[in-house]
C-alpha cells in the first residue's frame, strides 16, 4: 500500500530532550515536507526536500533540522524541543514537478513538557 | 509577502444547506497554485483540488464547487446540499510557482448538523 508513515504518532517529552520523529514514505516521491499544525494558526511548513541532500527552509524552520540521506527518509530532528514546540506535525511527499498531488502522513502528536 | 486568510473560524448549517468557505490569498508572484484540503475528525489531510493562477475557470465535482477570482485573489469552495460527513476542518493553500513552498490558511471548522 503507498503510504507516508510517522513514527511516534504520539510523543510527550521534557524540555531539552533532543528527539527524531521519522517520516518514511514507498512510493519512490522525490520531494518531501514538514508541516506543523497549531490550533488558529492552520498548517505552517517546516523544511522541504526537493530529493536526496537537497532541502530548504520553510516558513517556521528555527528550532528543528532535516536531513536527506535516503530518498524515502525524511527525520525531522528537535536538538532542544521546547513547550512551544508543543503541536501536531505532519509529513508530506510528493513526486517531482509541478501538479503532483502531495501526500501526507497520519500526523505525530508531540508535547514538551 | 504570500499569505492566506480564512476569515470564517467556524460555520454551522444544518444538513442540506448549502454553504460557502472563503479564501483569499496574497501573492506577488504571477504564477501560483492554490489548493483545498479537507481534514475530517480522524485528522488525515485529504487533498480536494487544485487550481493554477492562469485557469479562472470554475469548477464543479458532484457537490462541490469553487471559484477562482483573480481580481479579488479569492478561491472559494460551496459545498451544496450539505451533509454530515462534510463536517470537517477545511484548509485552503498556496504554493510557488515550484510547488516546493506552501502556505496554509488557518482553516474552516465545518458543522453539519442533521
Known amino acids: 500500500e503507498a503510504q507516508v508513515t510517522q513514527n511516534p504518532r504520539y510523543l510527550i517529552t521534557v524540555t531539552g530532550k533532543k528527539l527524531t520523529v521519522t517520516c518514511s514514505q514507498n512510493?519512490?516521491?522525490?520531494?518531501m515536507s514538514w508541516y506543523r499544525q497549531d490550533p488558529g494558526l492552520g498548517l505552517r511548513q517546516i523544511y522541504y526536500s526537493m530529493n536526496v541532500e537537497a532541502t530548504d527552509k520553510g516558513d517556521v524552520p528555527e528550532g528543528y533540522k532535516v536531513s536527506r540521506k535516503e530518498k524515502r527518509n525524511f527525520p525531522l530532528i528537535l536538538e532542544s524541543p521546547s513547550p512551544n514546540q508543543t503541536s501536531l506535525y505532519f509529513c508530506a511527499s510528493r513526486l517531482a514537478g509541478v501538479y503532483n498531488e502531495q501526500f501526507f502522513g497520519p500526523g505525530t502528536r508531540l508535547t514538551v513538557l | 509577502a504570500q499569505k492566506v486568510t480564512q476569515a470564517q473560524t467556524e460555520i454551522s448549517v444544518v444538513e442540506k444547506e448549502d454553504v460557502t468557505l472563503d479564501c483569499v490569498y496574497e501573492t506577488r508572484d504571477t504564477t501560483y497554485y492554490l489548493f483545498w484540503y479537507k481534514q475530517p475528525p480522524s485528522g488525515e489531510l485529504v487533498f480536494l483540488i487544485r487550481r493554477n493562477s492562469f485557469d479562472e475557470q470554475n469548477e464543479i465535482s458532484g457537490r462541490y464547487s469553487w471559484n477562482f477570482q483573480k481580481s479579488t485573489s479569492s478561491f472559494n469552495f460551496t459545498i451544496t446540499a450539505s451533509q454530515v460527513v462534510d463536517s470537517a476542518v477545511y484548509f485552503c493553500?498556496?504554493?510557488?510557482?515550484?510547488?516546493?513552498?506552501?502556505?496554509f490558511g488557518s482553516g474552516t471548522k465545518l458543522n453539519v448538523k442533521p
Open positions: 512510493m519512490n516521491h522525490e520531494y
Open positions: 493553500a498556496l504554493s510557488d510557482r515550484n510547488f516546493n513552498k506552501f502556505y
